[in-house]
C-alpha cells in the first residue's frame, strides 16, 4: 500500500508489442463494457424522452471514452500523450450529458432554459480552459496537467447534476431519483483515492480502483434511470 505516489507502472511484453499498465486496461475495459451494455438497455426503453436520450448518449460516448482510455493506457510507448485526447475531450463531452439528461427533469420553463444555456457555456468554457492548458504547458512531460481540467469538471459536474439535482428531485418529484445521488456518493471517493494517490498494489493501484468505484456508480444511475423514466418530459 502506498500513499501519496505511485507504484512503477507495469509494463509487460507481448510478442513484439510492449503493453504498460495492463491492470488500468482491465479496468477500463470492464468499465467500458458495463456503460456499453446499459447504453442499449436505455435504447430498448420504450421511453424516448430527452431525459433518456441524454443518458443513453452519456452511457455511449463514456463506454467508448473508457476503452479508448484503456488503450490510451496500455499502447502510451507508440501514441504518448496524444493517445489520450480523445478520452479527454470526450470526458469532457460525456458530463454535458449527464448535465442535460438531469435538467431535462425541470419542469419549470425558464429555469429548464436558463439551467440549459448554463450547462452549454460552461462546456465551452471547459473546453477553452483545456486547450489552454495543453497548448501552455509541459503536459508531454506531466500529463496530469492535462488531465487536470477534465477531473476537475467531472468532480463538480457530476455532484451538482445527478448528486444535488438528484437529492432535490427525490424530495420534490419521486423517492427514485435517490440512486441519482446514491451513485454520486458512491463515486466521489474514486476522486479523494485519485488525487491522494491512495495505491492499494501494483496490480490494483488507484486508477483501478476509481474504475471499479465509477463503474459501480454508472450502475445506481441507470437503476434510476429505469425507475423514473416515467416521470420526465
Keep these: 500500500m502506498l500513499f501519496g505516489q505511485d507504484f512503477e507502472k507495469i509494463s509487460i511484453t507481448i510478442g513484439n508489442y510492449h503493453i504498460l499498465e495492463p491492470n488500468v486496461f482491465i479496468t477500463d475495459t470492464l468499465m467500458a463494457g458495463v ?13 424516448k424522452s430527452e431525459f433518456t436520450r441524454y443518458w443513453f448518449l452519456f452511457f ?4 467508448i ?11 502510451f510507448y507508440y501514441f504518448g500523450v496524444p493517445g489520450k485526447f480523445f478520452t479527454w475531450i470526450t470526458g469532457i463531452l460525456s458530463i454535458y450529458f449527464i448535465e442535460r439528461a438531469m435538467i431535462a427533469v425541470i419542469k419549470e420553463e425558464r429555469l429548464y432554459s436558463l439551467l440549459k444555456r448554463i450547462a452549454f457555456s460552461k462546456l465551452l468554457f471547459v473546453f477553452a480552459v483545456f486547450s489552454l492548458v495543453c497548448i501552455t504547458q509541459p503536459i508531454v512531460e506531466k500529463p496530469s496537467i492535462g488531465f487536470l481540467p477534465v477531473a476537475i469538471n467531472t468532480i463538480f459536474g457530476v455532484i451538482l447534476s445527478a448528486g444535488i439535482l438528484g437529492y432535490r428531485f427525490s424530495k420534490s418529484i419521486h423517492s427514485d431519483f435517490k440512486y441519482f ?4 456518493l458512491i463515486m466521489v471517493p474514486s476522486a479523494v483515492i485519485f488525487l491522494a494517490k491512495i495505491n492499494p498494489h501494483p496490480w490494483f493501484d488507484k486508477n483501478d480502483v476509481s474504475h471499479i468505484l465509477l463503474t459501480i456508480g454508472i450502475v445506481y ?4 434511470i429505469d425507475k423514473t423514466k416515467n416521470l420526465v418530459r
Design 221 to 224: 444511475f441507470y437503476v434510476g
Design 35 to 47: 456503460s456499453l451494455l446499459l447504453s442499449f438497455y436505455i435504447l430498448k426503453m420504450k421511453s
Design 65 to 75: 471514452s473508457s476503452f479508448v482510455g484503456g488503450l490510451g493506457h496500455a499502447l
Design 60 to 63: 455511449f460516448v463514456y463506454g
Design 181 to 184: 445521488y446514491y451513485g454520486v
